[in-house]
């Protein structure tokens, strides 16, 4: 997955990290929100670089390392972790996805290539949608309409 020997310790530490009960992912999330208990959040964010991790590994193939993709997924961790609202009731996995995901396709976005890309929504969509479009094209497909380009 990863060559250098940082980024294999980064996964060792990864995967012996345990998993987080709903309730212990609460009072954890309170620690943190009420009174800025930074054990708290370490404990939040040590757990949860498993799906950083997972995330990371499927944007491998823009040929950028895995290493930054981590990375750039722990900014998202981190932006979630400062967002999240734990009244909600909801998981924190399934709110941080969103800010691990966001971060990575910016930092994907900002890096892939010399020439710099747009940022718009409608643009990112185009441009993480652009190999599956390719292949359907490839394959014989009928035309792609605008709406479907950007789905």
Same mark, same amino acid.
């Given at each position: 997955?990863? *060559?250098?020997?940082?980024? &294999?310790?980064? +996964? &060792?530490?990864?995967?012996?990290?345990? %998993? !987080?009960?709903?309730?212990?992912?609460? +009072? !954890? @999330?309170? &620690?943190?929100? #009420?009174?800025?208990? #930074?054990? /708290?959040?370490? #404990?939040i @964010?040590?757990?949860?670089?498993?799906l950083?991790?997972?995330?990371?590994?499927?944007? &491998?193939? %823009?040929?950028?390392?895995?290493?930054?993709?981590?990375?750039?997924?722990?900014?998202?961790?981190?932006? /979630?972790? @400062?967002r999240?609202?734990? *009244? $909600? *009731?909801?998981?924190?996995?399934? %709110?941080?996805?969103?800010?691990? $995901? /966001?971060?990575?396709?910016?930092?994907?976005?900002?890096?892939?290539?010399?020439?710099?890309?747009?940022?718009?929504?409608? #643009?990112? @969509?185009?441009?993480?949608?652009?190999?599956?479009?390719?292949? $359907?094209?490839? =394959?014989? /497909? *009928?035309?792609?309409? =605008?709406?479907?380009? %950007?789905?």
């Amino acid at each position: 997955m990863m *060559e250098d020997t940082a980024g &294999r310790t980064m +996964v &060792r530490a990864a995967m012996k990290a345990p %998993y !987080l009960e709903r309730d212990e992912e609460h +009072v !954890l @999330a309170l &620690r943190w929100k #009420q009174d800025n208990d #930074q054990q /708290a959040l370490h #404990q939040i @964010a040590m757990a949860h670089m498993r799906l950083v991790i997972s995330m990371a590994s499927k944007f &491998r193939h %823009y040929g950028l390392p895995l290493g930054d993709l981590v990375q750039e997924g722990h900014v998202g961790l981190l932006e /979630a972790a @400062a967002r999240f609202e734990p *009244e $909600r *009731e909801v998981r924190f996995s399934t %709110y941080a996805t969103w800010w691990i $995901r /966001a971060s990575m396709q910016d930092y994907i976005l900002r890096n892939w290539s010399i020439v710099r890309g747009g940022t718009s929504s409608a #643009q990112k @969509a185009l441009f993480f949608n652009l190999r599956r479009l390719r292949a $359907r094209l490839a =394959n014989g /497909a *009928e035309p792609i309409s =605008n709406t479907s380009l %950007y789905r």
